[in-house]
């Protein structure tokens, strides 16, 4: 959704703004329902969403975050290889001083033997990630962290109040 409408007899309504947030697999993961997942989730806590969908090679990510500017990309892996592939990427975006302040979070699950050890997470964080959630994660914990965004908060907190969750 834009902050635009069209309104009864062609005039232009406008909304809000509401930030885009870029929900992305990576080139080597072809699982989609992770991202519908996602789609809905970053959705509910109140940014536009822009779902690149599977297979996502990373000249595409790195294209659409120079295009868009997004408040924030989510990178999702369900293959097992999101550490692998999510090293390789972020080093790819850091490189860039247009994306080097992006927000960017991976998550799902980033290995082939369970979950990560500390040191594999640290090394994501290190090469440049903002957070990393592991499959065995709640979305309560993602949730903070897009509360945390610019505008983040306030959306957060009157979700919280207006559910009771």
Not at 76 to 91: E, K
Request: aromatic share 4%; with cysteine; proline share 4%.
């Amino acid at each position: 959704m834009t902050g635009e409408a069209r309104a009864y007899g062609g005039g232009t309504v406008t909304g809000p703004h509401r930030p885009t947030v870029i929900v992305s697999s990576m080139a080597s993961d072809s699982h989609t329902w992770n991202l519908v997942y996602l789609e809905l989730l970053v959705g509910e806590l109140g940014f536009d969403v822009v779902n690149l969908g599977a297979c996502v090679p990373d000249e595409l990510l790195e294209s659409e975050c120079l295009s868009r500017r997004p408040a924030m990309l989510v990178l999702s892996s369900v293959n097992g290889h999101g550490h692998q592939d999510g090293l390789r990427v972020i080093q790819r975006l850091r490189a860039l001083e247009e994306l080097r302040e992006l927000p960017v979070v991976i998550g799902g699950k980033l290995g082939i033997g369970g979950g990560l050890t500390a040191e594999e997470t640290a090394q994501l964080l290190l090469a440049g990630f903002d957070a990393v959630f592991d499959d065995h994660q709640g979305a309560s914990s993602f949730r903070r962290f897009a509360a945390t965004l610019p505008g983040g908060a306030a959306r957060l907190s009157a979700r919280v109040e207006g559910a009771g969750a």
